[in-house]
């Protein structure tokens, strides 16, 4: 454990003398850091935060109390071995969110950077959430779920495994997800439909007009037409102008393993 005099650990704090602590890091009362955990420079863990197992944490992360991460996998599969989370910089953990690990040898659960990720959400093993994401309160996903950059997921929403959410969406609370959502849409209800493209989110992403207008023309081609999916991501790419938002709503979708939310 590094001994810089900026590092405070809290006397009730279980901090296990391996795990590597970086410059400026606040360790709060009755916490437990485990002999594999890492936790960068400016990290604040508040109170009764545990991390467990191979667990990297980046640097200037505020983890608020009672959070769990990096405890071992609920797959009935997971066999043991080293298997890791890692978290990027600037994310804010609220309370009771619980992060597992991955399943397989040397498979990751992944946070990118400047997340936020409210109170009682669950991120389950192989996990990979990307940057500038909002998890809203208790969202509960399935194994190897992926978000996407900027995007939302309301209140109460469940995710099925492999399922992936697409940059900048947005997803209404209370909803399930069984199927992918495409990058810039909006969804939401029970069964979950896709609405139109998140307009005020693209808007405060800094895409252009024109962009949007596209993207709404895509929407209109792919969910308000009597065309089958790869008819639609023919004319879209045909017919529309090559942004690369459009590219990537068209990857997106055709490499969409459980296929898209209609």
């Known amino acids: ?5 900026t590092v405070q650990i809290h006397p009730t704090a279980c901090v296990h003398p391996k795990a590597q602590i970086g410059e400026g890091v606040d360790v709060g009362p009755y916490c437990v850091v485990g002999e594999h955990v890492t936790i960068g420079p400016g990290t604040r863990l508040m109170s009764h935060v ?3 197992g191979y667990t990297e944490i980046g640097e200037r992360c505020e983890i608020y109390p009672g959070a769990v991460i990096g405890t071992r996998s609920q797959d009935l599969k997971y066999r043991g071995g080293v298997t890791r989370v890692r ?10 969110v619980t992060v597992h690990t991955a399943t397989g040898e040397e498979s990751e659960t992944f946070i ?11 991120i389950a093993h192989d996990c990979r959430i990307e940057d500038g994401v909002i998890i809203a309160n208790a969202v509960t996903m399935g194994g190897h779920v992926t978000i996407e950059s900027q995007a939302i997921v309301g209140g109460m929403v469940g995710i099925h495994q492999f399922v992936r959410v ?12 069984v199927k992918d959502i495409p990058p810039f849409m909006m969804a939401d209800g029970h069964p979950v439909k896709v609405f139109g493209i998140n307009r005020l989110g693209l808007e405060r992403a800094g895409l252009e007009p024109r962009c949007r207008d596209e993207l709404k023309k895509a929407h209109r081609l792919l969910y308000r037409s009597d065309l089958a999916v ?6 879209i790419e045909k017919e529309l102008a090559s942004y690369p938002e459009l590219t990537h709503l068209v990857r997106f979708i055709r490499e969409s393993e459980r296929g898209i939310t209609k």
Do not use: P, W
Request: aromatic content about 8%.
């Open 166 to 177: 697409g940059r900048l969406s947005i997803i209404g609370g209370f909803s399930k997800l």
């Open 50 to 52: 545990v991390l467990d």
């Open 112 to 122: 990118g950077d400047r997340n936020l990720i409210m109170a009682y959400a669950h």
């Open 1 to 5: 454990m590094a001994t810089n005099y």
């Open 230 to 235: 790869t008819q639609a991501l023919a004319r």
């Open 87 to 96: 978290i990027g910089d600037q994310n804010t953990v609220r309370e009771y």
